[in-house]
């Protein structure tokens, strides 16, 4: 009997030998789940952590846009960060800007009229040289100097061949509210003999002569005429001032300070003065006044009287 129960003992201890060799099923299962648990664990773990790295990126991104941008003021809202605009320029009150035409106003308004023009010839030289054609010459190459020097403004009655009256080309100068008028034209006398240039201002009937000298200066205004109307202290200037630089470059009469009554010389409120350039009667000056240079030095010493003149009144000097 002992030998059966060992017997019983050994089988059972056999049995459950194999069983835990071969594996018990609950243990097998449970070995399985846990064996799935953990592959589920390993399959996840990667997600996880790129979702979490993620994440993490993100909020290092954030943090730092969040650290370029300026920090906004309690009460304000924040700025964002924009390209620097240039400094605005701020227009200074104390010497305000004079409109362009105040500055062209602030130049003096020198008006030049042509003599004759159109229909009227004006007189005729022995060659057939016509008054009207050189007259206009001269008084385009005087408005071109002064023009040059830049400070004068200058105007024309006209500018080509064309028929202009006598109170048209006053009522030119007029409106323009010109600060001088100068007309030029050529003489013109029975005797071929004579020759020479001359200034003529407005006056009376009679007609004074005077030499031109430095001497004379003060008296040319007073003794110009001894009629009315008196000839304005302006005009007499101006008038001295041309015989002045005149003698420096052409003949001049014996009396070159003549006053006569003149249409274009009638206005009251414009200094004016008429230049007769020389007589295109005498052959000699009629080929003279026809060369281009003999004129040049006319107008120019015309312009050296007008800057005189002007110089004079910005300096004080007197006019009588």
């Known amino acids: 009997m002992a030998r059966a129960v060992w017997a019983w003992r050994g089988v059972m201890l056999g049995l459950l030998t194999a069983a835990l060799s071969a594996g018990h099923p609950g243990a097998v299962l449970a070995k399985a789940s846990h064996h799935r648990t953990a592959a589920s664990h390993g399959a996840t773990a990667p997600a996880h952590a790129q979702s979490k790295g993620r994440a993490t990126a993100q909020a290092h991104a954030k943090q730092k846009t969040a650290s370029s941008r ?36 602030v130049r003096p308004m020198i008006v030049i009229d042509a003599g004759h023009g159109g229909r009227d010839p004006g007189a005729i030289g022995p060659r057939g040289t016509r008054e009207k054609d050189v007259t206009l010459a001269m008084a385009l190459e005087l408005r071109r100097m002064l023009d040059a020097t830049g400070r004068y403004r200058t105007a024309m009655t006209r500018t080509r061949d064309q028929s202009v009256s006598l109170p048209e080309r006053l009522a030119f100068a007029r409106g ?48 110009l005429t001894a009629g009315e109307p008196r000839p304005s202290a302006s005009s007499a200037w101006l008038q001295y001032s041309m015989i002045d630089q005149l003698s420096e470059e052409v003949d001049m009469v014996i009396a070159p300070a003549r006053a006569a009554h003149l249409y274009v010389l009638g206005s009251r409120s414009i200094p004016s003065v008429l230049l007769e350039t020389g007589f295109i009667s005498n052959r000699e000056e009629e080929v003279l006044l026809k060369q281009p240079a003999h004129r040049r030095r006319i107008v120019g010493a015309v312009k050296d009287a007008v800057d005189d003149y002007f110089r004079g009144i910005r300096e004080g000097a007197p006019r009588t």
């Open 176 to 223: 323009r509210d010109a600060d001088l008028l100068i007309a030029i034209h050529a003489d013109a006398s029975p005797d071929r003999r004579a020759r020479g240039a001359s200034v003529y201002v407005s006056g009376g009937r009679g007609v004074s002569h005077l030499a031109a000298s430095s001497i004379n200066s003060g008296r040319i205004a007073q003794a």
């Open 70 to 105: 300026p920090v906004a003021r309690r009460g304000k809202a924040p700025t964002t960060a924009a390209k620097p605009t240039r400094p605005v320029k701020v227009a200074l009150a104390a010497k305000p800007r004079l409109p362009a035409d105040a500055h062209e106003a």
